[in-house]
Every structure is written in structure tokens, then in C-alpha cells.
T-cell receptor, first 116, second 111 residues
């Protein structure tokens, strides 16, 4: 596709349920990022994938959060046993940058998660 | 605290005026970027300035970087109602590719 695609755009779930959020990056982009944005707040870094390297998971807030990237393309962010504080917009971004520091990120429209 | 912190948190101006937003950061960086976010949407990249650059222009945007003060400013000249959005700075550190975002400035441009 032309841009970063995220699904679902909106997800309402009950506390304790697991959710999966999907990100389809721009074709050819080797770097993929997940961020979380709570209402009216800045972006909180969650995880970063670069090619075949081990991901930087330093931003994942707890072991209930995990992410994978299959075949260097599509990524799935999984939140297990969701809590109300997990409610936020989850943003995915991709970048063609491979080295020399972070370059321009291309963002999806986000997945808005509401945990009741 | 955030690596990047913008001020002011909110700014309201009249169309045609200039808008200036500032960003401060704490550690050394290899570049600093500015992004825009319309309400409820994803972020859009505006401009990237490298640590060895002091000023950069793009259309009505002017970005400055002062690494000695660990600060950057974004100037939007001749603002338009369509510029109403939140603006975030983001910093990349060292040789890594992790990009850390600030808390954002909410800009409102009134007709």
C-alpha cells in the first residue's frame, strides 16, 4: 500500500481479554516502531524492529506486552490480560533508515484501544 | 521525564501571525525532528535537523538547533487556520535508531 496501515482502527475490549493490533509497514521499509499515546499526551516508545536484528524492547511496560514482526514486514502487537490503563492509541511507524541514527518516520493512523 | 519537552504546552494565535515552539532535551543527539499531528490522526514528519546543523528551512517552517543549550525551536510564519494541530519534537541519540518524542505543543490558529 501507499502508507502504513494499522488495524483495527478501533477496538473495545473487556478487562482481562487479550488483544492483537496489526501494522503493515510501507513496502521496503526495514525499520518498524510501535508507540503508545494516551489521551492528550506525548508518544511513549514501546518497541523497535530493524531488519533481522534483535528488537529493542526497552519500552514495553510489562510482560503482558509483546510484539513480533514476521518476514521483516507485518508486525503484531499483543496485549495479554488487558487492563484499563492500557487504553490508548497505539501508533505504528516505519522507516527506510538502516543506520546512522533514526530517520524520518512514516506513521499509520493508529489503533484506538478502549478497555472497559 | 521526557527526553524532549516542548513549550509552550498550548499556543493560540491569529491567522497571519508567526508561531514559535521550543523543544528542550537532555542528552546528546544525532538529529532532531519535528512532527505534526492533527486531532485523532497519525503523525506527519515536518523537518529533520542534524546535530551539526544550526538552521533549516522548509516552506513556511524554520527550525533552529542549539546543541550547547540542548534546545530547538520551530517557527511557523504567516500561520493559517489549517496549521492548527499538535507539534512534537523527537530526538535520536547516538548510533541507535530509537526516536524519543516530547510532550507536544497544541497550536490553535484562529481566523
Amino acid at each position: 500500500g501507499a502508507g502504513v496501515s494499522q488495524s483495527p482502527s478501533n477496538k473495545v475490549t473487556e478487562k482481562g481479554k487479550d488483544v492483537e493490533l496489526r501494522c503493515d509497514p510501507i513496502s521496503g521499509h526495514t525499520a518498524l516502531y510501535w508507540y503508545r499515546q494516551s489521551l492528550g499526551q506525548g508518544l511513549e516508545f514501546l518497541i523497535y524492529f530493524q531488519g533481522n536484528s534483535a528488537p529493542d524492547k526497552s519500552g514495553l511496560p510489562s510482560d503482558r506486552f509483546s510484539a513480533e514482526r514476521t518476514g521483516g514486514s507485518v508486525s503484531t502487537l499483543t496485549i495479554q490480560r488487558t487492563q484499563q490503563e492500557d487504553s490508548a492509541v497505539y501508533l505504528c511507524a516505519s522507516s527506510p533508515r538502516t543506520s546512522g541514527g533514526a530517520g524520518e518516520l512514516f506513521f499509520g493512523e493508529g489503533s484506538r484501544l478502549t478497555v472497559l | 521525564s521526557q527526553q524532549g519537552e516542548e513549550d509552550p504546552q498550548a499556543l493560540s494565535i491569529q491567522e497571519g501571525e508567526n508561531a514559535t515552539m521550543n523543544c528542550s532535551y537532555k542528552t546528546s543527539i544525532n538529529n532532531l525532528q519535528w512532527y505534526r499531528q492533527n486531532s485523532g490522526r497519525g503523525l506527519v514528519h515536518l523537518i529533520l535537523i542534524r546535530s551539526n546543523e544550526r538552521e533549516k528551512h522548509s516552506g513556511r517552517l524554520r527550525v533552529t538547533l542549539d546543541t550547547s543549550k540542548k534546545s530547538s525551536s520551530l517557527l511557523i510564519t504567516a500561520s493559517r487556520a489549517a496549521d492548527t494541530a499538535s507539534y512534537f519534537c523527537a530526538t535520536g541519540r547516538g548510533g541507535g535508531n530509537k526516536l524519543t518524542f516530547g510532550t507536544g505543543t497544541q497550536l490553535k490558529v484562529e481566523l
